[in-house]
């Protein structure tokens, strides 16, 4: 059952319920050893960093960054933060020094705490451009200090701060003064078409959004929650948060790539993310087949095709199966598709939400035939994630968003705009007022940006209206959307349609290439570097028909005609993608230009 308090109080209250009992599941940096910890010792050591904050003098709504992967220190350091009212400001661990400066500046952090060798030393250059930063503050003890640093100090430092808690009368007033309009965070987007702002997140947002949740998803203390995206990303920062209110168990996974691992050691029962990570999930999954004997693939498939029938033709429309039906699904659950989330570490499965892009309907239904509840969801950081999803106990459409939350008014507006109004949606963005009076209508609507419709409840998103591409024939394609139909193939790594004031639709693709050597050494293609399996006349003419395959049910003008591969893939470091990996598409044609063009030579 939810504890309904104040967000800065949530473990405090947790450690009255639970005491002794696992909260966390952790590794420190650099180590594979899996540690845990009580609630009691949660809600002690966040009283510790309070305490240490206000040894420093943080001022009530002060801002402090936190630049780390995800770690134990950094759920210390938010809650601690929110307990002195103070507000903290995320930032990827992939962050640039140029959006490291532009941040601090912009919100005149005085204190950022910073999680390994890489964050310490782009922090540590930046200091010198950044007038307010005067401490930096270290989660990895093992990180080596800059010379002459006399003002950075390690977390174990920073917390000793606090040894005999000479601030705990001014935290308790400080506590006592907790209301809903206090800022809990600043979250900076991503910036896919143009300068980071920050989002303000207050408390009262996270009070309705965690009541709103709480009657949407089936989450409970039973439950053991992995986190995969960084905590920075309102998604998983809302869902960790909402499966503490529900007295899981979380276990913090700092390294993204080691996911897999990770859920093979744990055993998650939930864990959020974005479609990518099912795609490639189905992408694996389908490998495995197409190397199978036919007796094996036949069996598969049967197996896959019971599932869906069960979990998407029957359970996700209310009904209940036949009993032939439920029986077979029975027997098939238990021999093959079980064999599949053991693999995965996924032996007690229970909700897995999946938003932040588009999901495909072949990928949902797969997820779901193997057993495993996905959730689809859709939601911003200006909503403080959800919007909608699917509830629990309620019949969903494969291919809609799910139901919108309780509490959340939508209105589709002009162009099939999503707008919205309701206690979860932010007050606006730090210090842009011009901007805060164009994202809002003069009825006090939110532009979500995003087109979509209502259909029987549920809401259905079209296209990301500013990503839309007019061709020079003047129709319309939304890029994603054609995207996601062709990542669900294995040898499909990264995909950037490009269409805009084209007579054609036409894409750049970087391969999976561990996939595409298997296929090359397989039919006997020479090659010696990526550039030689891009340029192949065979590998080409594989792709093509697997891409013609998969966008047939597109419209004709939205179809690729053309595609080149890359050898290299799309990086952050050279700004092609956000840190939440989006595509930044104008980056894209830039930098690409010269291919561009002669894919619309004649």
Not at 210 to 223: F, G, P, R
Not at 260 to 268: L, T
Not at 501 to 513: D, G, H, M, N, Q
């Amino acid at each position: 059952m939810q504890t309904v308090c104040h967000v800065a109080m949530l473990p405090h209250e947790q450690a009255k319920k639970y005491g002794s009992r696992t909260v966390f599941e952790y590794q420190d940096f650099g180590s594979e050893t899996w540690k845990t910890v009580s609630w009691a010792d949660f809600s002690e050591n966040v009283k510790r960093v309070s305490d240490a904050l206000l040894c420093l003098g943080v001022g009530v709504q002060e801002n402090i960054g936190v630049f780390s992967q995800n770690a134990l220190q950094y759920i210390y350091t938010d809650f601690g933060a929110f307990g002195i009212r103070a507000a903290t400001v995320p930032f990827y661990a992939t962050s640039s020094e140029n959006q490291l400066q532009y941040v601090i500046n912009d919100a005149g952090i005085r204190f950022i705490f910073v999680g390994e060798q890489e964050q310490y030393d782009k922090a540590r250059r930046v200091q010198a451009v950044c007038g307010t930063l005067e401490r930096i503050i270290i989660y990895d003890h093992t990180v080596t200090l800059a010379d002459h640093d006399n003002s950075s100090m390690y977390f174990h430092d920073f917390m000793r701060l606090s040894h005999n808690m000479t601030k705990e009368q001014e935290l308790r007033q400080r506590w006592s003064e907790l209301n809903e309009e206090d800022l809990l965070n600043i979250l900076y987007t991503s910036g896919t078409t143009g300068d980071s702002k920050g989002v303000m997140l207050s408390a009262g947002q996270f009070a309705a959004a965690l009541k709103a949740n709480d009657q949407c998803v089936d989450l409970t203390e039973q439950d053991r929650v992995i986190t995969f995206l960084p905590i920075t990303h309102i998604f998983e920062r809302g869902w960790d948060i909402l499966a503490l209110s529900e007295g899981a168990t979380l276990i913090i996974n700092t390294d993204p790539h080691n996911i897999q691992k990770a859920m093979r050691e744990r055993h998650p029962t939930c864990m959020s993310a974005v479609p990518r990570f099912w795609e490639k999930v189905y992408a694996g999954v389908q490998s495995k087949i197409d190397t199978a004997s036919s007796m094996q693939r036949k069996l598969f498939r049967e197996a896959l095709e019971t599932g869906r029938k069960v979990n998407v033709e029957c359970r996700s429309q209310g009904k209940k199966p036949s009993l032939a039906l439920a029986l077979k699904y029975k027997i098939i659950d238990k021999t093959i598709l079980s064999l599949v989330r053991k693999q995965l570490g996924l032996e007690r499965p229970n909700i897995f939400p999946t938003a932040g892009a588009f999901v495909s309907p072949e990928v949902e239904t797969f997820v779901k035939s193997l057993g495993i509840q996905m959730i689809v969801g859709y939601g911003l950081t200006e909503s403080l994630a959800t919007v909608s999803c699917n509830h629990k106990g309620k019949p969903f459409t494969v291919g809609s968003v799910g139901i919108p939350i309780k509490g959340l008014d939508i209105k589709i507006g002009e162009n099939n705009e999503i707008l919205l109004k309701g206690p979860t949606i932010t007050r606006g963005y730090y210090k842009r007022d011009s901007l805060n009076k164009e994202a809002f209508t003069e009825e006090g609507y939110f532009k979500t940006g995003d087109a979509g419709y209502i259909k029987d409840g549920e809401l259905f998103l079209t296209e990301r209206i500013k990503d839309l591409y007019k061709t020079s024939n003047g129709k319309y394609v939304a890029p994603q959307a054609v995207e996601s139909k062709l990542l669900v193939d294995k040898y499909i790594e990264q995909i950037a349609v490009i269409a805009d004031e084209r007579k054609f639709v036409s894409a750049l693709i970087v391969p999976a290439y561990n996939f595409l050597e298997d296929f090359a050494r397989e039919y006997n293609i020479p090659f010696e570097s990526r550039q030689d399996l891009c340029s192949n006349a065979k590998i080409i003419k594989m792709l093509t028909e697997r891409i013609s395959t998969l966008q047939q049910g597109l419209a004709g003008y939205e179809q690729v005609k053309r595609f080149t591969l890359l050898p290299e893939p799309f990086t952050m470091e050279n700004g092609e993608l956000t840190n939440t990996l989006k595509t930044r598409r104008t980056v894209i044609s830039k930098n690409y230009a010269e291919i561009i063009e002669k894919m619309y030579e004649e």
